[in-house]
């Protein structure tokens, strides 16, 4: 089993930053790769970035492009996601997430098999 641990969340005015951390713990031998998710009241869950070892490759849904950074330390299982200029529809609760295979795709909650309980965002306007 995996354990899977958010930090960081908070409230924020809108323009203002965020670093969001995610620490694996477990058997994490099979970890390939980490992704955020968010979902906001009344939403259904949206993938927001992730991060895959093999090639050390970034996704990024487009609204979060040039404003989100996600990035990892493989030795310390932990990743991150950095979040500037950030906007009320920002406002969600934040899920992390690791992998053993990215399929059916980096984007998709099933290439997810752990998660954390989630960390919640606010931003104000």
């Known amino acids: 089993q995996v354990q899977v641990a958010e930090s960081g969340g908070g409230l924020v005015q809108a323009g203002g930053s965020l670093r969001l951390s995610c620490v694996a713990s477990?058997?994490?031998?099979?970890?390939?790769?980490m992704g955020w998710f968010r979902q906001a009241p009344g939403k259904e869950r949206e993938f927001v970035a992730a991060?895959?070892?093999?090639?050390?490759?970034?996704y990024y849904t487009d609204s979060v492009k040039d404003r989100f950074t996600i990035s990892r330390d493989n030795a310390k299982k932990t990743g991150h996601l950095q979040m500037n200029s950030l906007k009320p529809e920002d406002t969600a609760v934040y899920y992390c997430?690791?992998?053993?295979?990215?399929?059916?795709?980096?984007?998709?909650?099933?290439?997810?098999?752990?998660w954390g309980q989630g960390t919640q965002v606010t931003v104000s306007s």
């Open positions: 997430a690791v992998g053993l295979s990215a399929r059916p795709s980096v984007r998709a909650t099933l290439a997810y098999a752990y």
């Open positions: 477990g058997r994490t031998s099979g970890v390939e790769g």
């Open positions: 991060i895959w070892w093999s090639g050390n490759l970034t």
